[in-house]
């Protein structure tokens, strides 16, 4: 049975040996519910069956001096949180990439949901001055890059969301994960359908664009 690390969850599957990295926002809520964990839960209860994985990741946080590394919650780690060895056990290790544009809109609607507390151009210029200045506090303020790259060298297969509504390429992720006849659930209904490219003035935009220029130049993506 898969183990679902809290927060934007990681699911580690140690029967079926693969293991997701949920970057926030790029449709993993649809991949979680059908591979493991309960979607909908963002407690901070632990959720595991044998309590011994999600303490090791923990553990290794905790031990992690707060002043030297940037993140707040332990849930919100890459891969590079343990070392190499660890991976090892798992014979698949993926993640889901999206639109950079596409991804920071939903991230604002999500994170002022009913009532936004500011505007989208002032949400996108705070990010890009935080991550200009190194302050990277919460996944809000981190580009996809550190979640589908892995100083240590960790081999990490990175799906498109984008792709994912093809049939062939849903089930071909399927069989990497050793999961047969799971049909594809529907997008998050909580999702604004409000085209992104409305909501993006020309510095916003290019804001985007310096940010993200990894995952941009990695995938081509356009906005």
């Known amino acids: 049975m898969p183990i679902s690390l809290r927060g934007e969850k990681m699911i580690l599957d140690k029967e079926r040996r693969f293991a997701f990295i949920h970057i926030p926002r790029t449709g993993g809520t649809s991949i979680r519910s059908v591979l493991g964990g309960d979607p909908n839960d963002a407690s901070s209860s632990m959720l595991n069956n044998d309590g011994i994985e999600t303490s090791i990741i923990e553990q290794k946080f905790m031990s992690m001096s707060v002043n030297s590394y940037k993140w707040s919650h332990w849930s919100h780690m890459s891969v590079d949180i343990m070392e190499k ?105 909580s999702e604004s359908r409000q085209d992104y490219k409305a909501a993006y003035s020309r510095p916003s935009r290019y804001m985007v664009a310096v940010m993200e220029s990894k995952t941009i130049d990695r995938f081509g993506y356009e906005f």
Request: aromatic share 18%; with cysteine; charged share 20%.
């Open 85 to 189: 060895q660890y991976w090892e056990q798992y014979n698949y290790i993926f993640t889901c990439v999206r639109n950079p544009w596409a991804r920071l809109f939903s991230l604002y609607k999500k994170a002022f949901v009913g009532a936004p507390s500011c505007s989208f151009e002032s949400f996108v210029g705070t990010i890009y001055i935080n991550l200009h200045n190194n302050h990277t506090a919460d996944f809000l303020h981190t580009t996809q890059d550190f979640w589908f790259s892995s100083p240590q060298g960790i081999q990490i297969d990175t799906v498109r969301f984008e792709d994912l509504s093809d049939e062939n390429q849903w089930n071909h992720l399927m069989d990497k994960c050793g999961v047969k006849n799971k049909c594809r659930p529907h997008d998050n209904k």
